[in-house]
Nanobody, 124 residues
Framework: EVQLVESGGGSVQAGGSLRLSCEVS????????WGWFRQAPGKEREGVAF???????TYADSAKGRFTISKDNAKNTLYLQMNSLKPEDTAMYYC??????????????????WGQGTQVTVSS
């Protein structure tokens, strides 16, 4: 069973940067879709960025040009580099995985493995 442990959240001022990490274990198969989601208070969990085992990336419009998702297979760690952060990026960030490619629906309900979350707070 895939286990995910996030780290790297914190508090920054608008315009700052953070890098989130997600340590992965238990991924026995060759095909996965890895993703970062976020959830602000009172809002639904939304997808931010995705990367397939083949390296193909997909970004939400809100993340394009500012966030970069990557995966270091040697370290078995997923990353989300976040630059030019805005107050509206404030949320709990979760890494997630599913054992099929990143195609079709990429809603939270389509992912079966989740980390515990790491808080990101951006002040103006």
């Amino acid at each position: 069973e895939v286990q995910l442990v996030e780290s790297g959240g914190g508090s920054v001022q608008a315009g700052g940067s953070l890098r989130l990490s997600c340590e992965v274990s238990g991924n026995r198969y060759s095909t996965y879709c890895w993703g970062w989601f976020r959830q602000a208070p009172g809002k639904e969990r939304e997808g931010v960025a995705f990367i397939s085992s083949g390296g193909t990336t997909t970004y939400a419009d809100s993340a394009k040009g500012r966030f970069t998702i990557s995966k270091d297979n040697a370290k078995n760690t997923l990353y989300l580099q976040m630059n030019s952060l805005k107050p509206e990026d404030t949320a709990m960030y979760y890494c997630a995985a599913r054992a099929i490619w990143c195609f079709g629906s990429l809603r939270a309900a389509d992912f079966g493995y989740w980390g515990q979350g790491t808080q990101v707070t951006v002040s103006s």
